[in-house]
């Protein structure tokens, strides 16, 4: 047992009657036995008792009364340990030293089982010692520690200088022990937060280091990213300029590649030649050496197939001569077979010759075709006044013409800004318009081109800008579609297989039906397949909005007014946009017959209704307004299912004519199974 806790028993004990002080002092050693037995399991309450009597608060805590002091509850040792201080200040008082030396004797015969005690209150002022601070006063570290010092000292010296030199001494060796001890780990503390503290330092001279080295190096970081950005500023001209130039050598040579080729095949297959007739100068085509050559060759096969349809006649005629009013004999009779045979096989010889001469002409007539347009872009093209490989609006370079329109030249150029090739569409007021008429027509165009800004979906061509070039010229740029466009694909080949029909078709109205599902509905109006292009990959994407309306929210459901009556192309147009009698009520049911023709002229090679006139003459002949029934060829074989399609896409009556959003759930439509 610690002298420290012998003072605190005696202290407490004094406060009896002299008779009953040796039974209160074996209750107190019961209990302490009691409460060393359990220390274990009851480390908390352990901790409590030392703190309140030893190292806890401030020291007016140490000498505040408590009623409960000298009961014999079983409240445990925080009772007992609150009251030893306040009756060691009772025994200064009393100086009752014989009570001293019995509790010592006593104290000292239980020495061995008050060690439990002892050592738990150790463990306990260590435990204090590395967490002071924690308890009521609600410090910090430092500052419990401090205050439980200045309890210490409070405590001992008043009850030792005043006592018998018996305890004074005693509590002097405990004060000097406690003192070094304490001294010696405050030391020690001391010791090992100086070595932090130089550690720390270190880390922080370090981390200045870093720090200042870190903005070092950001400096010279951003000096450099300024120098390069420079330099890039500087370069940008050279660089656009480089790319620009390697585009016109490309360009260029693609020209004259162009060009050439036209030559080459015009001596094949034909060239515009020009005649006289008096003082008016006209165009003609004449043919190539190739179509001559295969006219000539048809030409030969047909006074062949002649000669021998009259030499089979001429031997008939003989062989009937002689066998006239005789029985022929069974030797001529043969011969006359076997040379009939012969004829005929050399007809039929004949005519698969002719077939293929025929199918090689309609391939020369494609090439022909094409050759024809491609002397007309060329023509177009140099004739353009930007074809001089100008960069507009600071940004794109024009490179060569794709095409021209009705009132637009479509030129292949290269963005510089953003690196891709787009399609600029110029499109050219007519010089002899009025200043308000332009205007207008501005008006419109811009509009219709900020529509078709919004429209952003996989098969609708992008428009990425637009902007004017000069009071009577405006551009507009478009995504470029380095596929041919589905009129040149059916002026090549006029019929798809059912297979690669349905897939443009459907390919299409998903871009239809994207129209369809927008706040604003949008009727193209000008399906046909001129507006239908391929990018790289094939895919297929609608074009050209310059006709399409937007349908306004409060449309009635009949649709809106058409008011560009007599615009569009006649071959693809329902005939309620023919009606004259009443401004035509129009919706995307237009779109829908479109689209109908549209798939009808892949499958078979021609369009349904007025197939071989000209616009005016739909126009005059009413031929769409007497379009009631679509009729189908025996060849190509196509499904039921496509022809059923097309009836539905071609309804005659508008109000029983699916829209786009209806015909969308067509099963032909859709790819999965149901
Ligand atoms: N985005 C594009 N990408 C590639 N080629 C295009 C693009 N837009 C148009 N073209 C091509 O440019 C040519 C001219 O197109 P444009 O739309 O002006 O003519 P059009 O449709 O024949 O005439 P119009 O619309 O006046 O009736 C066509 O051959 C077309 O295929």
Not at 402 to 419: I, P, Q, R, W
Not at 639 to 652: D, G, M, P, Q
Not at 667 to 673: E, I, Q
């Amino acid at each position: 047992m610690s002298d420290d806790m012998l003072v605190h028993f005696s202290s407490n004990s004094s406060n009896q009657s002299d008779q009953s002080l040796p039974t209160k002092i074996a209750k107190l050693e019961a209990r302490m036995v009691g409460k060393a037995s359990s220390a274990a399991s009851q480390q908390q309450g352990w901790s409590s008792v030392s703190s309140a009597g030893k190292y806890s608060g401030p020291a007016e805590e140490l000498v505040e009364p408590c009623s409960s002091s000298d009961s014999d509850d079983d409240n445990g040792g925080e009772f007992l340990i609150q009251a030893n201080t306040r009756k060691r200040l009772k025994l200064q008082e009393d100086d009752n030293a014989d009570v001293f030396e019995r509790v010592e004797v006593v104290a000292d015969g239980r020495q061995t089982s008050l060690e439990a005690v002892e050592t738990k209150n150790n463990v306990d002022a260590n435990r204090k010692k590395s967490g002071r601070g924690r308890g009521s006063s609600g410090s910090g570290r430092g500052r419990g520690s401090k205050s439980n010092d200045q309890t210490r000292t409070q405590i001992s010296p008043p009850t030792i200088s005043s006592s018998n030199g018996q305890i004074e001494n005693k509590d002097g060796r405990l004060r000097d022990q406690f003192h070094n001890d304490n001294s010696a780990s405050l030391e020690d503390e001391n010791a090992s937060l100086r070595a932090k503290v130089a550690v720390l330092e270190e880390d922080l001279r370090k981390a200045k280091l870093e720090t200042s080295e870190h903005q070092n190096l950001r400096q010279q970081l951003e000096k450099e990213l300024k120098e390069l950005r420079d330099l890039e500023q500087q370069m940008k001209p050279k660089r656009t300029k480089i790319i620009s130039d390697l585009l016109i050598s490309v360009s260029k040579a693609e020209r004259q590649e162009a060009r050439l080729k036209v030559r080459q095949d015009s001596l094949r297959l034909g060239n515009v030649g020009v005649i006289r007739a008096g003082t008016v100068l006209s165009e003609t085509w004449e043919d190539g050496q190739a179509l001559k050559d295969l006219n000539a060759q048809l030409k030969q096969l047909l006074e062949t197939k002649e000669a021998i349809e009259r030499q089979r006649k001429l031997f008939k005629k003989k062989q009937s001569d002689k066998t006239d009013g005789i029985d022929a004999e069974a030797g001529l009779l043969e011969d006359v077979l076997i040379h009939d045979e012969i004829y005929k096989s050399r007809l039929a010889s004949i005519k698969r010759e002719e077939e293929v001469v025929l199918r090689e002409r309609d391939r020369y007539e494609l090439e022909k075709g094409r050759l024809i347009r491609e002397m007309k872009r060329i023509r177009d093209e140099d004739g353009s006044r930007f074809n001089n490989f100008q960069i507009l609006n600071h940004r794109y370079a024009l490179l060569n013409l794709l095409g021209k329109g009705g009132f637009s030249e479509v030129y292949k150029a290269f963005d510089l800004v953003d690196h891709r090739y787009v399609a600029c569409k110029l499109h050219g007021l007519n010089a002899q318009w009025s200043e308000e008429k332009k205007q207008s027509y501005i008006r419109h165009a811009i509009r219709e081109y900020n529509i078709h800004k919004t429209l952003v979906h996989r098969h609708i061509v992008r428009l990425w800008d637009i902007f004017e070039i000069d009071p009577n010229t405006f551009c507009t740029v478009l995504e470029y579609c380095s596929g041919k466009d589905l009129d040149a694909v059916l002026k090549a080949t006029p019929i798809l297989p059912e297979r690669e029909a349905r897939v443009i078709l459907v390919q299409i109205f998903q871009g239809l039906i994207y129209m369809n599902k927008r706040t604003l509905k949008i009727i193209h109006y000008d399906l046909k397949p001129g507006n239908v292009l391929f990018d790289e990959l094939g895919i297929a994407k609608v074009t050209d909005f310059g006709l399409s309306k937007i349908v306004e929210n409060d449309v009635g459901s009949q649709g809106m007014e058409l008011t560009s009556q007599g615009a569009g192309t006649y071959w693809y147009l329902p005939p309620e946009c023919f009606e004259l009698s009443k401004t035509p009520l129009i919706s995307s049911k237009v779109d829908v017959w479109s689209a109908g023709i549209l798939f009808y002229q892949m499958l078979f090679g021609r369009r349904p209704f007025g197939h071989d006139q000209t616009q005016e003459r739909i126009l005059r002949e009413d031929t769409i307004i007497k379009a009631r029934k679509v009729e189908f060829p025996p060849k190509p074989t196509v499904s039921n299912e496509a022809k059923e399609f097309i009836r539905r896409c071609l309804t005659y009556n508008q109000g029983e004519r699916p829209d786009v959003l209806t015909i969308a759930q067509d099963p032909y439509l859709t790819y999965l199974k149901k």
